[in-house]
């Protein structure tokens, strides 16, 4: 049995914040960010507008392009790093407010790898039999835990939210495979230090904006290019296909650099890969379903496509899903 993605919908919160604006900001340029990251604006979400928010449009697009209703779900899995609250999971405030009443909820973190992570418990549960119907969500508000201070990570983030419907294929389309690998020792490359059971929320922390994403951006970016060129040469290998079989490669969306270097490695043109960073930065969970979505709209993919999906985040995770269209 193999599991296929039905639908897919994305949301992205109305503000642009452009590279200009944070000049006004941080001691910055459009050109370097333009030239360092390829990012030129962003998308920030009001106050009010909640990560279950920005999940709930996304789910109920890709919840219509499937042809399915709220009712119809078993399970809402919701990846992200910035859900609503600690405490309930942001997937159960998506379940009430898609009054998806059988569906069982809960979140899953894998930082920027998470939607990647979560189409591997998506397709477990449709192969296994377990579940018939998976709402998967990438929904994130990193502006929450940006540093509007920090120059070197305040450009590179955004808010949005991008969702796919995972059923049963009755044919050899759906997911071929889905890889997912973890290194623990370096946590420290990416991380947001307070907030959890080491360092719990105080005056201190808040004061010291140990609340805030914390990045080392040249060690991340050295190790993510290696690993993810790695990861795609491994999953073509285990498929018996070469890269020139894969019409369309959909990668997280963190900066444009690695993107090419990963093409390069694969020697695709960049016209086979989806680049959408430029609009919206990087949005950690909710950027490979965002591309993936604005690709399935565009008419990028067609019936009997190898479309390959690769990630990288902290963690560290990364991960690679080769998908049959
Ligand atoms: N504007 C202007 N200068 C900046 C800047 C900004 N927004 N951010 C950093 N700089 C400066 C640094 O202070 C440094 O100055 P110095 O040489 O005087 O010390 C210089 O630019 C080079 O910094 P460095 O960090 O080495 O730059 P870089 O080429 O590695 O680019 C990133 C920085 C963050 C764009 C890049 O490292 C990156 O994209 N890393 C991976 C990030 C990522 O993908 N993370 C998410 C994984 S999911």
């Excluded at 106050?47 to 449009?57: G, I, K």
């Excluded at 973890?182 to 490359?189: A, H, K, M, Q, R």
Aim: charged residues 25%.
């Amino acid at each position: 049995m193999r599991a296929k993605i039905t639908g897919t919908g994305s949301y992205l919160p109305p503000h642009v914040l452009t590279n200009h604006d944070i000049e006004q900001m941080v001691d910055t340029t459009d050109e370097w960010i333009v030239e360092r990251t390829g990012i030129k604006e962003r998308r920030v979400a009001d106050p009010h507008t909640y990560t279950s928010d920005l999940a709930v449009e996304a789910g109920k697009r890709a919840l219509k392009a499937a042809g399915l209703k709220p009712k119809d779900i078993d399970i809402i899995i919701v990846a992200t790093v910035t859900g609503d609250m600690p405490l309930p999971s942001t997937a159960c405030f998506v379940q009430a407010k898609l009054k998806a009443k059988k569906a069982a909820a809960f979140d899953i973190n894998a930082a920027c790898s998470g939607f990647t992570f979560g189409l591997s418990i998506a397709n477990a549960y449709i192969c296994s039999g377990m579940a018939k119907r998976v709402l998967l969500i990438g929904s994130e508000e990193l502006s929450r835990i940006t540093d509007w201070e920090d120059r070197a990570t305040c450009v590179l983030l955004g808010d949005g939210a991008g969702a796919v419907v995972v059923e049963a294929s009755d044919d050899d389309t759906g997911i071929w495979s889905v890889d997912i690998f973890s290194d623990g020792t370096i946590w420290d490359l990416l991380n947001v230090p307070a907030g959890g059971s080491a360092n719990p929320a105080s005056e201190e922390t808040v004061k010291s904006g140990q609340h805030y994403l914390k990045m080392k951006g040249n060690e991340t970016f050295k190790i993510a290019v290696r690993t993810l060129e790695q990861v795609v040469v491994d999953t073509l290998k285990k498929n018996n296909l070469q890269s020139s079989q894969i019409a369309l490669l959909v990668p997280h969306q963190a900066n444009k650099r690695i993107i090419e270097a990963t093409a390069k490695r694969l020697n695709m043109s960049m016209d086979r890969v989806v680049l959408n960073l430029h609009k919206y930065g990087n949005t950690s969970a909710a950027s490979i379903p965002i591309a993936l979505d604005e690709a399935v709209k565009q008419g990028r993919i067609r019936k009997g496509d190898f479309i390959m999906l690769e990630s990288f985040g902290g963690g560290l995770t990364w991960a690679s899903a080769l998908i049959k269209w």
